[in-house]
């Protein structure tokens, strides 16, 4: 949050989105982002893997090297992801959240319509 304070240098709030994990939660962190009123976090509920960059990046790794493979053997299959692991680690890239606080509202009207729907 250091970093983004810096990167960040205009008034305006900035919205987080956070998981439940409970060092965002602790009383140090939460006595800082008192000091600088402009960040909120919005935290993602309780198993909430899709917004986890770890379970994404697994993912591709998933698509990349295993999923379209056909492997004889499990020495076979670790040689795969070792060879997505070194292209990888070549060319690496990171991987960031952007979307925008309004296309994130309407996703979430969009899918609060369809759950009131089902009941």
């Known amino acids: 949050m250091r970093h983004l304070d810096c990167e960040f240098l205009a008034p305006q709030c900035l919205h987080l989105i956070v998981d439940n994990d409970a060092r965002h939660k602790h009383p140090c962190v939460k006595r800082w982002l008192e000091k600088p009123p402009r960040f909120q976090l919005h935290f993602t509920p309780t198993s909430a893997s899709w917004t986890d960059l770890v379970e994404r990046w697994f993912r591709e790794l998933t698509d990349k090297a295993i999923r379209r493979g056909t492997f004889v053997s499990v020495p076979d299959l670790i040689a795969s992801i070792e060879k997505n692991l070194q292209?990888?680690?070549?060319?690496?890239?990171?991987?960031?959240?952007?979307?925008?606080?309004?296309?994130?509202?309407?996703?979430?009207?969009?899918?609060?319509?369809?759950y009131e729907t089902l009941h």
């Open 87 to 114: 292209s990888h680690k070549m060319e690496p890239k990171p991987f960031l959240w952007t979307a925008s606080v309004d296309s994130i509202l309407a996703k979430r009207k969009k899918l609060k319509a369809v």
